[in-house]
C-alpha cells in the first residue's frame, strides 16, 4: 500500500536489464558512447521530430531548470502556475541556474487557463526597465494536481506566449502519464502544441533516475550541453543514463509501465468515489481525495502510505500517487483499510 | 588497450549487484532510504570520524562545486593548482555554484608546495575591499598530473591555509588510488591532515556514477542539503546511489579496485621505462609518458586509444590512464604494440 | 503641477550647498573621507544607535539589494508585500544580489498583516529541503501605496519574523516621510521595532542620489562592504555621497524637507476630497485618488504631470507625490485645473 | 603633494557648475532627463559614431562589469591582462555581474601582447564542453601599469579576437589620459580599432563620479539597460550623471583636464630621472618610480602621499598619480622633497 510516490517505485525490470547490459566493457564517455546516438534518433522517431535533440541528466530539477535557463534571460519572468513544481518544489534552482523570475499564475486543479495567462501576461513587463520583462512560458502535464492538460489546451497557451514571442517549456516528469490519459502522441502533446523544450521524466516511471532535455529548437543545443556540465550534470558515464532511456522508449514500455500506473489510478479513483470519498478530476496516476476525519489514521494504521495534505474544516486530504509497480492487489488492499 | 581514462570502464560486478539487489521493492525517497543510513555509518567506520556526514550525488563537478560552494562566501578566493580539474575541466561550476574566484596556484607535476601556496596567500586579500578575500584551500589527491600528496605534504598545506583560518577541501575523485599509492589510511589523508570536506570519488574507480561530499565539519550539514537540491543534485531515488557507495566501502572494495588500477599503472610504467620512454612520476594508476615521434601513430594503429597532449619539440606525450577493469594482458598488448 | 514623482525633484538648496562645499582640496578615496567619519556619528545619533554602522551608496534599489543579499542565504525566502517596491520595480536586483526567493505577502493599501505574514510563513519552508527556507521579512515605509506603518505595526510583523529568527530589513526610501507622519522617532521606527537593516532614502527627499545601508547589527558590515564593492557601488570619491547625508541628517534638514512634502501632499487630499474625489488613506506625500472619467485627460491638458493608473469600471485613478520642492502654489493650481 | 591617486582629486569647476546648474526645477527620472539626449548626441559627435549608444553609471566598476555582462555568456572566457583592474581591484564584480571566468593574459608593463594574447586563446576552450568558452577581450588604457595602447596595438589585439569571432572592451577608466597621451582621437582609440563596448571614465579626471558605457553596437542597448537597472545603477536623478558628462565633454574639458595631468606626469617623470630614479615607460598620469631605500619615509616625512608597492631587494618602489589638479608647484615641492 506504497502511494506516497510513484519515486518510491524502483526500477522496471527491462530498465534495470538494459543498465547491466550496458555495462558489458568499455565505452566512450561524456556522451559520446554508442547508446546516445541510438537515444537521438529513438527521440526523433517516437517525437516525430527528424531535428530534435536530447541531453540526459539525472533528475527532473537539472531538466526543468537547465531548460529554463538555455531559454530565458537572467531578466526575464517564467510563467508558471502557482503551484508548479519548479515554484514549490526545487529550493530555486530554476532561478539560480536562470537569474529569471517566477511569475505565478493562478488557475484551479493546477491548471493555468487562457484568461489567467493572459492577465499575468498583460500586468509584466509593463513597467519599462523597472520590472523583470516577458521571459517563457513552463507549463507541467500531468499537473501537480494530478490532472491533465489536453494538447489542444497547451496549444491555448502556448498561442499566448508564442504572440509575445515567448518560448515555451513543457515538463514532463509524468509526460507519459500524461500521454496515456489524453491519448495524443508525443508530438500532438509537444511541438504541435507549441513546445519548445520538453523535461522528458523517466525516473518517476520506472527508470533509475534518467531525464531528457528536448529541444525541439536544436540551435540552443550547444548552450545547453556547456550548461549542464556548468552545473555538474553530465555524467562521465553516461552510458548508464542512454541505457535506461533508450530501453525506455523502446517498443512503447514507458506507455505500458504508464498505462500500469493510469490504470491503477483509475481502479483506485473508482473504489474511493465508490466508498463516499470526494476524488477531484485525477485522470492519470495521481489523486487528492477528500475523506472524512479519521481515516487518515486508520488508514496509516492498516500500514497504508501516503501524504497528509492540508484540507477544509471537517474534511482530511491525502495525496495518492500510483506508479508502474503498482497492483490491482495494492489498490484493493487500500480501499479494503479504507473501509470503516 | 583502453587507457583513455577510467571512467570508459563500467561498473565492477559487485557494484552492479548491489544496484539491482536495491532494486527490490519500495523505498524512501530523496534520501530517507534505509541503504543511506548504513552509508552515513560506513563512512564514519572507514573514516574513523564519528561526526561525520556524507551526500550523495553522480557527479565529481557536482561534489566538487557544492563542497566549495558551502565553505566559500561569494567574494572569496579559492587557492588550488593552476592545472586543477576544478579550474580547468568543470566549464566554471565551482564559480558558478559559489560565487567565489579560484586563485591559480603554481607547482610542478600537479602539486603546489608551502612555498608556492603562501606566495598565493600572501598576495591575495591584502587590498582591502578591492580584492577578493583569502576563502579556502582546495587540493587534488592523485592531482591531475598523476602524481601524489603524502598525508604529511597535504598538512603542510593546510597548515598555511588553517593559519589564515580557511577551510580546506580535498577533491579525491582518485581518492581510493592515492590512499593505495601512499598506503595512507583515509583519516590519516583527510580530517587528519586538515581536510575539512572531502569528494570522494566513486565513479573512476568502478561505480556507475556517485560520489559523497564527506563534511568532516557537520555544521555545514543542512546547507549542503539544500544547495545539492537546489542545484538539482539530490536523487529522488537516492537508494541506487547508496547502493553503490555501501558496495564500494564495504570490505575494502574500493582499495581492491584502486589497487588493480594503480598495479597495473606501475606494470605499464616499468614496461615504457625499459622500452626507453620517459615516465614522469606517477605512483597510481595515470601516467604521462614521452616518447619518440611517430608513436601515437603507430600505437593509435594498433588499436589502442589514450589521449595526446602537447609535447617539447622532438618529443611526443601521452596520457595513459589505468582502471580497475585493466588487465595484465592489457597492457602487455599496449607494450607489444609500443615496440617500433 | 509636476506631481510624477518626488525622484524628478532636484536637490535642496542645502544639500547641493554642501556638495560644493565638499569639492575643496583634496581627500581620500573610497570611504574614508573625512565627512564620512562624521555620517557614522551622526547616524548613532540620530538612531541613538552606539554601535550602527552605514555605508553609502547612491540608489535605493542598491541600498534594498545590498541589505538583502547580507541578511538571506541564497536559499532563503525574504517575505515581502506583493506590491513592494524590491517586487515590482528593481528588475530582479535583490534576488540578483541575493540568491533568495521573494515570497508575496498580500494586504491591503500596500501593508501587510499579522494575519497574512503569520500564514505567509507558516507556509514556506515546510517542505524540508524541496523549498526555500525561511529567510528575512522586508517592509516598506512609506509603503508603495502611500500608507504607513506605526511602529507598533511593524513590531507586530517584526515579532513574527523574530519568533522564527529571522532578520528585518526596512525599505526607508521614504523614510523622513514616515516619521514626519507618525511621529515617531527614527529608532522607534527601526530598532526598537525590531528592524535589523534600514535602506536610509535621501534621494527621493531632496538629495542628488544617496542611500545609507544603515546595519543595527554591525556583524555584517564588512560583508556589506565586499558587496557592495562586488557589485560596483563603492564610490571613489564617496566624500560627495557622505557630504549628501551629512547634510541630510544634520539640524533635522530631512525632517522639514519631508514636512514640506507631506504637507503638500495633505493640502493636495484635502482639496481633492473637497471636489469629490475618493482619496484612499495617504498620511505622508503619494496619492492614489480616483476621479470621473475625463479627468485624467482635462489635468493634463492643463499641463499637470502624474502617472495613470489601472482603475475600476467608470473610474479612473492616478498617482500624485508631492516633494520637498512642492510649494502650496503648484497644489493650488493643480486643484484649479481639476475643476470641470 | 598628493600623488596617491587620481580620484583623491575632487571634481573640476566646470563639472561641478554644470551639476549644480542642472538643479534648478524639475526633470524626468531614470534617463528620460532633458540632458540625456544631448550626451547621447555629443558621445555620437566625439566619436564620429552616428549610431553609438551611452548609458551613464557612477563608478568604473559598474561600468566595467555591465560591459562584460552584456557581451559575454557564463560559461565564457573574459581575456584581459594579469594585472588588468577587473581582476585585482573589482572585488570579483565582473564574474558576479557576468558569470564569466577571466582568464589572465602575461605582458611587460601592463601590456598583453599578441603572442601572448595569442597564446591564452589557443589554450582555452579547445576541450570541449568541459573548459570555459572563448567569450570576449578586455583591454585596459592607461594600463594599470601607467603605460599606453597605441590604436594599432590596440588593433592588433582585437584582430587576434575578432578572428574567434570574440567582442571587445576597453576599460577606458583613464581614457581621456590614452588619449592625450598617443594622440589618438576616440575612433581612433575605439572603434576604429575594433573596440565594441568603451567603459568611459569621468570620475578619476575631474568629475565627482560618473561613466559612460559607449556601445558601438546598440543591438546591446537594450540588455545593457536591464542589467543596469537590475544591478541596482540605474539613476533616479540621471540628470545630474548627465550634466556631468554633457560638460565633460564639452569644447574639449576632458582633454584639457588629462592633458594637465599629464603634462604634471612628464614633468614629474623628467624631475625623478634628473634625480637618478628609475622611471619605468609613463607617457600618461601614472609613474611607478624606483628609487634607493629611505625615500619612502624622507618623503612621506615631508608631507608626501603616494602608495608603497613591493620593489626587487636594495629598491623601493612607489605609485604616483597626477591629476586635473596637480600643479607644476605640487610636482616642485615633491622633487625637492625627494632631494637627500
Sequence with gaps: MRFASDNTSGAAPEIMAAVVKSNDGYDRSYGADAAMGRVTALVRKVFQAPQAVVHLVATGTAANALSIASHCPPWGAVFCHTHA?????ECGAPEFFSGAKLVLVPGDQGKMTPATLADALSRTGEGGVHGVQRGMLSLTNVTEAGTVYSPSEIKALTDLAKARGLPCHLDGARFANALVATGATPAEMTWQAGIDVLSLGGTKNGCLGVEGVVLFNPEKAWELELRRKRAG???????FLAAQIEAYLTDGLWLRLAAQANAMGQRLASGLAAQGATVPDAPANMLFPLWSPGTHDRLEAA????????????????????????????VDAFLAALQP
Tied chains: 1, 2, 3, 4.
Design 85 to 89: 513544481h519548479i515554484a514549490e518544489d
Design 233 to 239: 550534470h553530465l555524467f562521465s558515464k553516461n552510458r
Design 303 to 330: 500500514g497504508a502510505q501516503f501524504y497528509r495534505l492540508f484540507a477544509p474544516e471537517g474534511r482530511e486530504r491525502a495525496r495518492l500517487v500510483t506508479s508502474w509497480s503498482t497492483t490491482a492487489a495494492d
